[in-house]
């Protein structure tokens, strides 16, 4: 007969048989069990200071390794304070497993002390969850959460465990496989409609490739670059899939959409077909649905058929893994090779040549811009970049040099205030080797600012880089642009703290930046340090991005289509 | 247009919370819902009754079918099918109108199953078109109370 183990045991041998090597969390009364076994574990765990941080912890190191992230809190307050991390997962189709204790199965549905219905509470923003109520089920249900959270369009799914589930003793036998009958996705497209694409691609006169995280995702970035390769047709690349193609080769059209460049926004509305791969028609991409590219036909290709017709109706649907039907696309590009569309791409580098990426120089003040730039020009696309959400966030993408996938980390479906500093952390702890940045702001940097104490203790060398423009500068934007100047509620001259004696009182190093002469050779002695740091970069407090799609817009209106310069 | 869908989940607590969060989050309306187990009682079938054209319908359906506990979604509509819903009505009646609505049941083939001093109770199965047909030639009646069912539905052949 096999021995029976607790509960907790049982979890984490069934989380070192899925390969979980860390795992990010926060202790309490319902996880006793679980932090008893964790106690003498092989499995690391790192200690956060507020449970928001352990989930953003673990996407962060889910999005940069590809594996799935693991995230740990107790009930009640412990649970509700992941659910921010959870949702930022959520949209943007991270693999992450949160565990969560709860209280014991009698004292379920009692409000009883720090009972709360996760599993309730995380259903719209999990891909599925689990509430575990007897031990027998734990192992199985470990499996099946990894397989569900890692397969198909990967997303976080949440495990609840009631306390007594933990002490609770079950033969320990983990299944070598899973099959959920009702979960199979689907991973070879289509080769009719696969076909069928290869023909319009082969009639267009004015294609343009729209990649989408789905590409990061499946890893599929290489198949992505051959398939241009081949095809020599224009790629932009969503938030989510900077990297996935080089950002400054020659087909690159960058990012498009509210603060894309304004080459990508006019090629999408004057395409005449959008190949559209792992991307979803976000409104920030397409602005109006009803006159986004009002000319194209559009080749749809994602693993979740949801996703297709779902904002654009679309001609050629193709459901399958992006990396399988990219493979069998080249395929049939070899077998079948394209003509280079040679006037559209004289057209685009004519785009490109009158709307370049710009911004004001100037020797007094560090632009952001600037900043971005500098940071770009000396890691030279070898360290991986977080960001936060706001104006940082967008230039981080505009102005970074995204040479691979996986090295651009930033909440885009959520747009997570708070999210960058401590999925450094986890960034940093799956790539340990790696310069791991956070571009941030004033703003999102003190939504998790607590997390200094986490990585001075494990001493995760993350480096911060803080655009301090002293406002909430993305509403402040809007505020300029849309109400009249009326600065409700971002300014915060003289209301900040001074974010290098904050990080020194952590014991972690605070350098500040004021002018554009002495960045370099502070941010240098940030890369340099062998531990954490904060970098205060004062930076020209009203700078806009540009170019800006309005929401709701058509891409072929913007402001700013020339950095604003024209204004 | 009014489309019958049915959606076979894993019979377990908290399908029918997935399936109603569903509707709600994606801003889909349900006009009727019913539950129950199937001829495998490890399966229970929800058949939904929801309005859209044929792009919401699409939606709806491959929104189902994304949920990991759903096996199966089939939209009836385009099939052979039939449906049925049923209704309990009460009433009320004089010893004059009595028999007139006791011959409206007798046509729509509606049972009584109650007979009080100043009521009716009535049941009948039929489609929606019928129930609402019946429901409005008891109106001058005076309906006390009315309980109706969700629509449950199945393919012919
Ligand atoms: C949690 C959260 N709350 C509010 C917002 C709305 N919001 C978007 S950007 C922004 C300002 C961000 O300020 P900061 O971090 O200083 O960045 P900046 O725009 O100044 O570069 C706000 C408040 C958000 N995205 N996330
Ligand atoms: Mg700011």
């Given at each position: 007969m096999t021995e029976k183990l607790k509960g907790s045991k049982i979890l984490i041998e069934s989380l070192k048989k899925e390969n979980v090597d860390h795992i990010?969390?926060?202790?309490?009364?319902?996880?006793?069990?679980?932090?008893?076994?964790?106690?003498?574990?092989?499995?690391?765990?790192?200690?956060?200071?507020?449970?928001?941080?352990?989930?953003?912890?673990?996407?962060?190191?889910?999005?940069?390794s590809g594996k799935v992230g693991v995230c740990l809190a107790t009930s009640g307050p412990g649970a509700t304070n992941l659910v921010t991390g959870i949702a930022t997962a959520y949209m943007d189709s991270t693999p992450m497993v949160a565990i969560t204790g709860n209280v014991s199965t009698w004292l379920i549905g009692k409000d009883s002390f720090q009972e709360a219905d996760i599993t309730g509470i995380t259903m719209p923003i999990t891909k599925h969850n689990f509430l575990v109520k007897d031990v027998n089920d734990l192992?199985?249900?470990?499996?099946?959460?990894?397989?569900?959270?890692?397969?198909?369009?990967?997303?976080?799914?949440?495990?609840?465990?009631?306390?007594?589930?933990?002490?609770?003793?079950?033969?320990?036998?983990?299944?070598?496989?899973?099959?959920?009958?009702?979960?199979?996705?689907?991973?070879?497209?289509?080769?009719?409609?696969?076909?069928?694409?290869?023909?319009?691609?082969?009639?267009?006169?004015?294609?343009?490739?729209?990649?989408?995280?789905g590409i990061v995702a499946a890893n599929a970035s290489e198949e992505l670059r051959q398939f241009v390769e081949l095809s020599q047709l224009p790629v932009a690349s969503t938030l989510m899939a900077l990297g996935a193609y080089p950002y400054n080769g020659p087909l690159s059209l960058k990012m498009p959409g509210m603060h894309g460049t304004a080459f990508a926004n006019h090629a999408i509305h004057e395409a005449d077909l959008l190949i559209s791969i792992g991307m979803r028609f976000d409104d920030r991409i397409t602005g109006k649905l009803s006159t986004f590219a009002p000319k194209a036909k559009i080749i749809h290709i994602d693993i979740d058929p949801a996703e297709i017709g779902k904002c654009m109706p679309t001609l050629v649907p193709i459901v399958g893994d992006a990396r399988v039907v990219l493979k069998d696309m080249i395929h049939y590009l070899i077998e079948n090779p394209l003509e280079p569309k040679k006037a559209w791409l004289a057209e685009i580098d004519a785009l490109k040549a009158k709307f370049p990426l710009q911004y004001k120089r100037s020797d007094e003040f560090i632009n952001p811009q600037f900043a971005v730039e500098t940071i770009a020009k000396m890691t030279a696309g070898q360290a991986i970049m977080c960001t936060d959400v706001g104006t940082h966030q967008m230039w981080s993408a505009q102005y970074l040099d995204h040479q691979n996938p996986r090295q651009f980390i930033s909440s885009g479906g959520l747009g997570t205030m708070g999210f960058g500093f401590p999925a450094a952390m986890g960034v940093q702890v799956a790539n340990p080797d790696k310069l791991v940045i956070d571009i941030t702001g004033d703003g999102s940097i003190q939504m998790n600012i607590q997390e200094l104490s986490t990585v001075a203790n494990y001493n995760l060398p993350v480096k911060v880089i803080i655009l301090n423009n002293r406002y909430l500068g993305m509403v402040r934007q809007w505020q300029e642009l849309f109400y009249n100047n009326r600065y409700s509620s971002v300014d915060l001259e003289g209301k900040q703290p001074d974010f290098v004696k904050v990080a020194q009182a952590y014991d972690v190093m605070g350098l500040r930046a004021s002018t554009p002469a002495e960045l370099p050779g502070v941010l240098e002695k940030a890369f340099a340090h062998n531990g954490p740091v904060f970098v205060d970069v004062v930076v020209n407090r009203e700078e806009n991005v540009f170019p800006m799609v309005p929401a709701g817009g058509v891409l072929n209106k913007m402001i700013g289509e020339k950095g604003g310069l024209e204004l | 247009m009014r489309h019958i869908i049915s959606v076979i989940v894993d019979n377990k607590p908290g399908e029918l919370?997935?399936?109603?969060?569903?509707?709600?989050?994606?801003?889909?309306?349900?006009?009727?819902?019913?539950?129950?187990?199937?001829?495998?009682?490890?399966?229970?079938?929800?058949?939904?009754?929801?309005?859209?054209?044929?792009?919401?319908?699409?939606?709806?359906?491959?929104?189902?079918?994304?949920?990991?506990?759903?096996?199966?979604?089939?939209?009836?509509t385009p099939l052979n099918h039939i449906d049925r819903e049923m209704l309990l009505v009460k009433v009320s009646v004089t010893p004059t109108t009595r028999s007139e609505v006791i011959e409206i049941a007798n046509v729509f083939r509606a049972k009584i199953i109650d007979v009080g001093d100043k009521s009716l109770v009535t049941e009948i199965t039929g489609d929606s078109d019928k129930i609402e047909g019946f429901i409005s030639l008891l109106r001058r009646f005076g309906i006390m109370e009315m309980v109706r069912t969700g629509t449950v539905g199945i393919a012919r052949g």
């Open positions: 990010f969390g926060y202790p309490g009364g319902t996880v006793l069990e679980i932090y008893d076994e964790l106690y003498d574990a092989e499995i690391k765990h790192y200690l956060v200071r507020h449970e928001q941080a352990a989930a953003h912890a673990a996407d962060g190191y889910a999005r940069s192992a199985v249900t470990v499996k099946k959460a990894f397989h569900i959270a890692r397969s198909g369009r990967p997303g976080p799914v949440l495990i609840d465990i009631p306390k007594d589930v933990t002490a609770n003793k079950a033969p320990f036998i983990y299944p070598d496989e899973v099959d959920i009958p009702s979960y199979r996705p689907t991973i070879k497209g289509s080769i009719k409609q696969i076909k069928s694409a290869i023909d319009l691609i082969h009639k267009a006169e004015r294609p343009v490739i729209l990649a989408g995280g | 919370v997935r399936i109603a969060g569903l509707f709600s989050r994606r801003g889909f309306n349900i006009d009727s819902l019913a539950v129950g187990e199937t001829e495998n009682s490890a399966f229970s079938r929800i058949t939904l009754v929801v309005t859209g054209d044929d792009q919401v319908i699409e939606q709806i359906s491959k929104q189902l079918y994304k949920l990991i506990d759903t096996y199966k979604v089939v939209d009836l």
